[in-house]
């Protein structure tokens, strides 16, 4: 999966109809194999992300969460504090 996606359910708050569409943007551009289409292509591709963003939205909204939501926040700092303890980053 492309890392710059990331889970969107079952978090508090939301996920905003910018975080899927950056989501879908990101999905498209994986499987387009581009991260910027041609004149020829443009329209497809922006099709597709909106289809996708559509998608992901009815996705969200219909899915049911048997645990309590996670906080948005404490989890980045999770990843963050795993990823300079692998030593990806400096501290």
Same mark, same amino acid.
């Given at each position: 999966?492309?890392r710059?996606?990331?889970?969107l359910h /079952?978090?508090? $708050? ?5 975080e899927?569409?950056?989501?879908a %943007?990101?999905?498209v551009?994986k499987?387009?194999g581009?991260?910027? $289409?041609s004149?020829a /292509?443009r329209?497809a ?5 909106a289809?996708i963003a559509?998608?992901?939205?009815? %996705?969200l909204a219909? %899915?049911v969460?048997?645990? $309590?939501p996670? /906080?948005?926040?404490e ?10 303890a ?6």
């Amino acid at each position: 999966m492309c890392r710059s996606i990331h889970t969107l359910h /079952n978090f508090e $708050p939301a996920a905003t109809s910018e975080e899927v569409h950056a989501a879908a %943007l990101q999905y498209v551009r994986k499987i387009a194999g581009t991260t910027k $289409p041609s004149m020829a /292509n443009r329209e497809a591709f922006d099709r597709a992300v909106a289809e996708i963003a559509h998608a992901t939205q009815h %996705l969200l909204a219909e %899915l049911v969460a048997t645990t $309590p939501p996670k /906080n948005r926040e404490e989890e980045a700092e999770k990843k963050r504090a795993k990823a300079i303890a692998s030593g990806r980053y400096a501290a």
